[in-house]
């Protein structure tokens, strides 16, 4: 079982729909969670961290935590064609201040004009 | 809010000649650099872990002689690759943690390098 893993996709959804992106991780003792964004050509960025069971909303974005589940999910409303990129989910392995990363191999989403 | 800067944005060089990129932490201290490479269409690959003032802490099959990692200051972490040859063409992109903890990474913009 991978460490962090995620529907590749590619997602598509019609502008204004609600695209749903899920990442499912193995250890159970992780305590938070990230969203990052990759246009393609660019650099990640991030767009969501979660820490606490349940819904976190920031504008548009919704980040949705089940750790019972090994789960987190983003949601994003009133898609946009301007969402469309790879949605990379990361979650931190390790102790200490500076843990590294351990990323999903992202989902690809495209919203359609 | 915290910014990693990364240069060059984008290089070509020679095959065999030595590339440095740069990354700097310009409203925080990075005491930890994280130095990704990704090649079209794959995911982030995590090649080595820089801490200021000690040596780098690279992944399996990332040839540290190949990719030297500097990290002398709590802004600054450069990584060179030495000797460069085509197949070392790809999007380079360094990160760090500007809060601690539980707090989002920040990345550079990427350096994406062509070797030729």
């Known amino acids: 079982q991978k460490e962090v893993e995620q529907n590749s996709g590619p997602l598509s959804v019609p502008e204004g729909a609600i695209a749903s992106l899920n990442c499912t991780y193995s250890d159970r003792g992780s305590q938070s969670f990230f969203w990052y964004r990759q246009y393609s050509g660019k650099s990640p960025e991030l767009i969501m961290s979660i820490y606490s069971n349940g819904d976190k909303e920031d504008g548009r974005f919704t980040a949705q935590l089940n750790k019972a589940s090994q789960y987190v999910s983003l949601l994003i409303r009133d898609s946009q064609p301007s969402d469309s990129a790879t949605y990379l989910c990361?979650?931190?392995?390790?102790?200490?201040?500076?843990?590294?990363?351990?990323w999903g191999l992202g989902t690809s989403l495209a919203v359609n004009p | 809010g915290a910014v990693v800067s990364q240069h060059p944005s984008r290089v070509i060089c020679k095959s065999g000649t030595s590339v440095k990129i740069e990354c700097r932490s310009l409203?925080?201290?990075?005491?930890?650099m994280f130095w990704y490479r990704q090649f079209p269409k794959k995911s982030l690959m995590l090649m080595a872990t820089?801490?200021?003032?000690?040596?780098?802490?690279?992944e399996q099959g990332v040839e540290k002689d190949k990719f030297l990692i500097n990290h002398a200051s709590l802004t600054l972490s450069t990584l060179t690759v030495t000797s460069a040859h085509p197949e070392d063409s790809s999007f380079y992109i360094c990160s760090a943690n500007p809060g601690g903890g539980n707090y989002g990474y920040t990345f550079g913009s990427g350096t994406r390098l062509t070797v030729v």
């Open positions: 820089s801490n200021e003032g000690s040596k780098a802490t690279y």
């Open positions: 990361a979650v931190p392995k390790g102790a200490g201040n500076n843990r590294k990363l351990i």
């Open positions: 409203d925080f201290q990075a005491t930890t």
